[in-house]
């Protein structure tokens, strides 16, 4: 078996977007639970209730999306953690994983084209809670945003942001770095690829870097940041709770409304499933574990 039987292909980056449980789910919170680490469970215990439902899905999904890049059991991926906390796959150096979350989804993302960040925040008014626009914007950044339609001028704050901050988790550096360094222009799109015009010093300038905007619905502005690939963007949804499942049949698009899950409605097929192969774990499979998802290939159309 090659290093990545499992996928993704060279040239892709692949993004699971998690849905955040109901507060009132306690099935589905059990189910995350049992497949954090004893050090995450212990992170989660001294956290506030309000709190613990999106760390337990986010953290559950990361485990449960790796495993099924690695073909081991979510209990036997192994994780360290870089300087500012970018997380690491243990004995797989070629497989790049990044995590972020905000109320109500968490995104995972998975390449193996070179170091990988994402972002996603949930579109807000910009309140006194916010950076200064000079932290967070170089001067022509400034001047595009505020001379656009003050009618999106938040949700094209948080697209700014999320690319932003995807390019500097990719650096390994997260917001310790500095994100007037990162220039791009997202513009009004809510997908798509991103023009980077400015880096800071430590990206270097001996490779190509590709950013795109993830398009999770309108509540929120995500994006993912890839160094050396991830041309080709594709999007999941998983289950909170659950394992990756591709179908042997046909996997099908969908797309998120209103809701914490996938709307309902005419759904899109997008062809047989040769994405990430079942799971082969190494040694005898746990006593308790999950069942499978039924994961999603999502599209987004006609989404403003």
């Known amino acids: 078996m090659t290093s990545n039987a499992h996928g993704p292909a060279p040239g892709e980056v692949h993004v699971w977007a998690v849905p955040e449980p109901e507060l009132r789910d306690e099935a589905t919170h059990q189910r995350c639970r049992k497949l954090l ?3 995450e469970l212990a992170r989660w215990e001294h956290m506030a209730p309000t709190q613990q439902m999106l760390f337990a899905s986010a953290h559950a999904g990361l485990r449960a ?7 081991l059991w979510p209990s036997q991926v192994d994780f360290v953690t870089g300087r500012h906390g970018k997380p690491y796959v ?4 070629g497989l790049r994983i990044s995590l972020s979350h905000t109320r109500g989804m968490s995104l995972v993302a998975v390449s193996r084209d070179g170091s990988t960040g994402v972002d996603i925040e949930r579109v807000r008014p910009l309140d006194d809670a916010r950076p200064a626009p000079d932290l967070v914007f170089s001067p022509w950044e400034q001047a595009n945003w505020e001379q656009g339609p003050s009618r999106t001028r938040s949700a094209r704050f948080f697209s700014y942001w999320a690319c932003k901050e995807a390019v500097l988790k990719a650096l390994g550096t997260g917001l310790t770095g500095d994100l007037t360094a990162v220039q791009v222009d997202p513009g009004e799109a809510l997908n798509g690829p991103v023009p980077i015009r400015g880096l800071p010093r430590v990206a270097g300038r001996d490779r190509a870097w590709t950013l795109q905007l993830v398009n999770i619905g309108p509540r ?3 994006a993912v940041a890839v160094a050396g690939g991830g041309v080709r963007l594709r999007t999941f949804q998983l289950p909170s709770g659950t394992l990756p499942h ?3 049949g046909t996997l099908r698009g969908g797309s998120f ?10 759904q899109r097929p997008f062809g ?10 190494i040694g005898p499979e746990p ?5 499978a998802g039924r994961s999603q290939e999502l599209s987004y159309r006609g989404t403003s």
Do not use: D, M
Not at 90 to 93: E, I, L, M, S, V
Not at 272 to 281: C, E, F, I, K, R
């Open 220 to 222: 929120y502005r995500a």
């Open 37 to 39: 680490s004893p050090g």
């Open 287 to 291: 006593a308790a574990a999950p069942s």
């Open 246 to 248: 591709p179908s042997a």
């Open 272 to 281: 047989t499933a040769q994405l990430v192969g079942p799971p082969q774990p």
């Open 257 to 266: 409304g209103r809701g914490r899950g996938p709307a309902s409605g005419p």
């Open 90 to 93: 243990a004995g797989r150096p």
């Open 65 to 71: 999306v790796t495993a099924a890049y690695t073909g």
